[in-house]
Structures are given as structure tokens and as C-alpha cells.
């Protein structure tokens, strides 16, 4: 007689999902489990804690892309497994990144002949092409002050007090003294004369934003290069501009073809773009494009052959998924100039509605502009009685997560609540979140006043205070990628 035996759990299958022994037992959180459990009880377990994160369509918070096309997803999957590094054995892939390079240049109006190669490199996303950006000026000016026998230790970059955190980390990691300009009442980006009047022989560049992350206002470029231009013939200094254009660089090329704010102006010597913002790619791409070869400093250029034939690199880090360039290269070649001029109007037009009905409740102040990114920032034209960061806590129920922050110094007194409009932000969904803001406000009207606002205020407050931007319902010392706001003068936005 044949006796098959089998061991109890040797086929996970047979039991019904969740009366397996894998979903019944927990795992240890911070240690490596001791045993293999089956790919399916993985799939599940894990799928079913990431239902607890918050929905990433819902999430306005972000500028960062949730939405691509299902052909697109496919190319990603495709080229998941192709370490873009190795480059020799990947050459379409290197093409493609020069070529978006290229055509991003050509975007920006660098002053490049028909057959003439860009300068620029992709990234993981705008911070790291802002360390590149910010290592070439250092570098020249380093060069220069070393040609003429001067001391080069101390060299500073100004900014607008409402910079990206990236810049204050750029500072810190790469020892350049950040200097700068303090907001005021009413005027919540850097202020060209007096940024022009902080610049001084030791400044490395004057880091212009297109596109604040606090209200999603455009510098004014053209006037800085003109102050700066003037500044620089009266002192003999060659101080240059770069542009954080984050955001703006995939905005303003196709809703506003007439400002002046790239490579047309003579000082802009670099741009930097995040992919993964208006460039509606997810998460993982940003662009750094230079004039021209003159001004990156080819000591800061790797030659690697180790992987085949020669290979120039500028990047902070080696290995990289390859995906995030394949799809910048399909959304250029896919959208073209057409598609995403569309898009940015649509976006443009929902902010427009979010922001005609948050005017209409009567209740609102509105902190961005008509012109700049498409996003609205409000604050209470009264907060007395309850404040933005209530507006934001009760708005989660309705699964809306809409980040509310204080004001870069000195507007630290101004807090906001920040929509940013994505592609993906139907005007269904804009008219909808009126809808629900004005239930908030009803509610809050029939509330009392926190007995304790003042203090829980104060809390919330103190924190943000040192420009934290703070989601509520989060722990106030995490930002919004569970960074640990560990660093006092931490700048806003873990919201982007
Ligand atoms: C988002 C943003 C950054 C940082 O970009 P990442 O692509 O997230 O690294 C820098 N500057 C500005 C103005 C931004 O909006």
C-alpha cells in the first residue's frame, strides 16, 4: 500500500488566505524573520498593511506625479531590472537620457546651434541636480579666486528665506553659507534688490525659484539678471544665477511663452527641473542643464571605463533604475509641446475653479498667484477662533490630505493651506473639494472654540515655527517623507 504523507503546512495553498499560519502568526518588525514564507502570504501581508498609507491621487500635498498612462506603467516594468549605469551595455537607454537632455535644453532656450550637444545630466530629482548645480559654481568660483591669489574658504550662496530644503542641505553637506533674503508681509518670494545687495565677492550664485514651494510664485528672474548684470560691471565680480525650477520649468515654457526667466537671460548659467513634477513622471528624475561646457568644470567630470568603453558621469550616486528616463523620454515624445501646453492649462483652469470657490465662502484669503504654478495657498481670513491646521486635520476624514504650514521668516506669522493641482486633479474632483471644505467650515462654526486652541495652537505653531511644514494629523517632527526634522533650522516642505 502506498502511503503518501504529506507535512501539514507543506502546501500553503490549500488553506483559505487569512486562516493560513503566515497571516496568523505577526512577523518580527526589526529583525529578519527566520524562516521563508510563501510568495503569496508575502504579496498579501504587505499589500495589506500598505492600505493604511493615505491615497496618492488624494494626496495635493505633492507635486510629484501618481498618474501615468497604462503604456507608460508598461515601459516602467519593462525596464525595472536595467541598472542605468551601465551604460555601455544599455546604450538606447544612455540615447534616450541625452536625448531628453537635449530637448529639455532646447526648452529652456540654452544657445545651441541645430547640431550642437546640451550639457546636463539626469538625476534622482531636483535636490540632487541642485548639489551638481551648486558643486560646479562652487568649484569655478573656487578656480577663480584661487587664479587671483585670493582666499576662497568662505564661499555663500543667496536665496530667498522661502528656498527648498534641498539648498539648506546643499549648504550644510558642501559648507557654503546660505545667505538669505527675509520675506515680509504680502511678499512671500526673494526680493531681486535686496538679494543683488547681499551678493558679494565670496557669492558663488544667486539661486532664483521659479515656482515657490510655499505659494507657487515665479522670482523675477529678468529683473535679477538685470540688477545683477549692473552689479557686476561696477564691482568687476562675474557672479552668475542659477534657476530652481523645480517646479516652474515644465510650467512656464508652455503657459507662459513670453516671460523671460531661462537661458535668454545672459547670467542664468543653470536650470534645474524635477521630471517627476510638472515633467509627469513618478517619482525618481530631475534634469540639471548647463549653458555650456564652460561653465561645469570638467574636474568634476568622472571618465569610468570599467564597464565598457569610456563614460563620462556627473552624479552623486552610481547604480539607478533606468525606468524614470524612459519615461520622461515617452511623456516628451508622446505629449510634445501640444500635449503639454493641454495639460498645464487644464491644470491652470482647475486651480482657477478651487480657487473662485474657495473665494466664494467668503471665509478665504488667497496667498499664490494667477500666474506661477498651478496651485492654490489660503489661509483664514480669520483664524482666531479655529485655525489651518484644523481645516487640514478634519479635511483627512474626507481623505483629502491638504498640507497647512506657517510662512517662511519674517512671514512666519502667516500659515497656509496648500492645493497643488496635478494632471491627474479632475475639475470633478476641485468642485468636490469645495464641497468638503465648506462642510469643514460649517462644522467648525458649530464647535466651540478649542478651550485650549491658544496652547494646541502654540504646539503646532512652535514647531512650524522653524519653517516646518506640518501635516496635520502627523507627528509635527516628521515631515511628510518621515524625515526626521531632527536639524532645528530645517526649512518647510517635506510637502513636494
Ligand atoms: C520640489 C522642489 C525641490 C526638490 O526637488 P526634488 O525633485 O523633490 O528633489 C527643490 N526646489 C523646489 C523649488 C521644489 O519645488
Not at 140 to 150: D, I, L, M, S
Not at 231 to 239: A, F, L, P, S, V
Not at 269 to 286: D, E, M, R
Amino acid at each position: 500500500m502506498a502511503l503518501s504523507k504529506t507535512e501539514p503546512d507543506a502546501d500553503a495553498s490549500i488553506h483559505s488566505t487569512f486562516g493560513s499560519r503566515y497571516v496568523r502568526a505577526s512577523l518580527p518588525r526589526f529583525q529578519i524573520p527566520e524562516n521563508t514564507i510563501p510568495k503569496e502570504a508575502a504579496y498579501q501581508i504587505i499589500s495589506d498593511e500598505l492600505m493604511l498609507d493615505g491615497n496618492p491621487r488624494l494626496n495635493l500635498a505633492s507635486f510629484v506625479t501618481t498618474w501615468m498612462e497604462p503604456e507608460c506603467n508598461k515601459l516602467i516594468m519593462d525596464a525595472i531590472n536595467k541598472n542605468y549605469v551601465d551604460m555601455d551595455e544599455y546604450p538606447v537607454t544612455t540615447e534616450l537620457q541625452n536625448r531628453c537632455v537635449n530637448m529639455i535644453a532646447r526648452l529652456f532656450n540654452a544657445p545651441l546651434g541645430d547640431s550642437e550637444v546640451a550639457v546636463g545630466v539626469g538625476t534622482v530629482g531636483s535636490s540632487e541636480a541642485i548639489m551638481l548645480a551648486g558643486l560646479a559654481f562652487k568649484r569655478k568660483w573656487q578656480n577663480r579666486r584661487k587664479a587671483e591669489g585670493k582666499p576662497y574658504d568662505k564661499p555663500n550662496i543667496v536665496t530667498g528665506a522661502n528656498v527648498q530644503v534641498c539648498w539648506e542641505k546643499f549648504a550644510r553637506y558642501f559648507e557654503v553659507e546660505l545667505k538669505e533674503v527675509k520675506l515680509r508681509d504680502d511678499y512671500y518670494v526673494m526680493d531681486p534688490h535686496k538679494a543683488v545687495e547681499m551678493v558679494d565677492e565670496n557669492t558663488i550664485c544667486v539661486a532664483a525659484i521659479l515656482g515657490s514651494t510655499l505659494n507657487g510664485e515665479f522670482e523675477d528672474v529678468n529683473l535679477l539678471n538685470k540688477l545683477l548684470t549692473e552689479k557686476n560691471k561696477q564691482t568687476g565680480w562675474d557672479t552668475p544665477i542659477h534657476v530652481d525650477a523645480a517646479s516652474g520649468g515644465f510650467i512656464a515654457p508652455f503657459l507662459y511663452k513670453d516671460l523671460v526667466w531661462d537661458f535668454r537671460l545672459p547670467l542664468v548659467k543653470s536650470i534645474n527641473v524635477s521630471g517627476h513634477k510638472y515633467g509627469l513622471v513618478y517619482a525618481g528624475i530631475g534634469w540639471v542643464i548647463w549653458r555650456s561646457h564652460e561653465d561645469l568644470p570638467d574636474e568634476l567630470i568622472f571618465h569610468i571605463n570599467y564597464l565598457g568603453a569610456d563614460q563620462p558621469t556627473f552624479t552623486l550616486n552610481f547604480s539607478k533604475g533606468s525606468s524614470q528616463i524612459i519615461a520622461q523620454y515617452y511623456q516628451l515624445i508622446r505629449l510634445g509641446i501640444e500635449g503639454y501646453t493641454s495639460i498645464m492649462e487644464n491644470c491652470r483652469d482647475n486651480a482657477k475653479i478651487l480657487k473662485e470657490g474657495l473665494l466664494k465662502t467668503g471665509r478665504f484669503k488667497i496667498v499664490s498667484k494667477d500666474i506661477g504654478v498651478p496651485l492654490v495657498a489660503f489661509s483664514l481670513k480669520d483664524n482666531s477662533y479655529h485655525t489651518e491646521f484644523e481645516i487640514s486635520d478634519m479635511l483627512r476624514r474626507f481623505g483629502w490630505i491638504v498640507p497647512a504650514y506657517t510662512m517662511a521668516p519674517d512671514a512666519q506669522h502667516v500659515t497656509v493651506l496648500r492645493v497643488v493641482i496635478r494632471e491627474d486633479f479632475s475639475r470633478t474632483l476641485a468642485e468636490r473639494l469645495v464641497i468638503d471644505i465648506e462642510k469643514v467650515l460649517h462644522e467648525l462654526d458649530t464647535m466651540p472654540a478649542r478651550v485650549n486652541a491658544k496652547l494646541a495652537n502654540a504646539a503646532l505653531v512652535g514647531k512650524a515655527d522653524e519653517h516646518g511644514v506640518v501635516v496635520a494629523g502627523k507627528k509635527p517632527d516628521l515631515d511628510n517623507d518621515g524625515e526626521v526634522k531632527t536639524a532645528p533650522q530645517k526649512k518647510t516642505t517635506g510637502v513636494c
